[in-house]
């Protein structure tokens, strides 16, 4: 399943990183409903991000992959905070 | 305010994509609790993220600025979910 996400999530910037079309933005941001279903992370996101960008752009310099790397780590914290809102919710049920 | 961390932000980040120590890596998970405090939504870490690097390394190629974009819609969804969270904990207080 992961690499199902990765895949998706890797065609549809793909298609926004060469249309810049809004609309392509949006389909990004209705994709990610489904990632928060899934309880995917948002360090998570961060590293598909990454990989997919590895994919489609390995030209890229060294200070991308590396800010990556430190924007990953800047959201364990968002992580922790989300989780535990899932944990109360379903506590609520 | 937004400005004051958005540029302690750029220096931490800064220091750690000169050092790619752990310890600076630290630092930045650390300094994202203080976000989390100042209820900093995820798509706006991003985008601080985006202004430091414009800063750091304006030399990048804009693939890299265009994801930056596509990585903010993604995360608004997140941001949505966890400001429920903190409205359910300052209900329950």
Redesign the interface.
């Known amino acids: 399943m992961p690499q199902e996400v990765g895949r998706q999530y890797k065609e549809i910037?793909k298609k926004?990183?060469e249309s810049?079309s809004e609309e392509d933005?949006?389909v990004?941001?209705q994709?990610?409903?489904r990632?928060?279903e899934k309880e995917i992370a948002?360090e998570d996101?961060?590293s598909i991000?990454k990989t997919a960008?590895i994919e489609?752009?390995p030209e890229?310099?060294n200070?991308?992959w590396?800010?990556f790397?430190?924007?990953i780590?800047?959201?364990?914290?968002?992580g922790l905070?989300?989780r535990?809102?899932q944990s109360?919710i379903r506590k609520q049920e």
């Open positions: 910037m926004y990183l810049h933005l949006y990004g941001q994709f990610s409903r990632f928060i948002p996101v961060i991000h960008m489609l752009h890229l310099r200070e991308v590396d800010s790397d430190f924007l780590e800047m959201m364990i914290h968002y905070t989300l535990e809102h109360l």
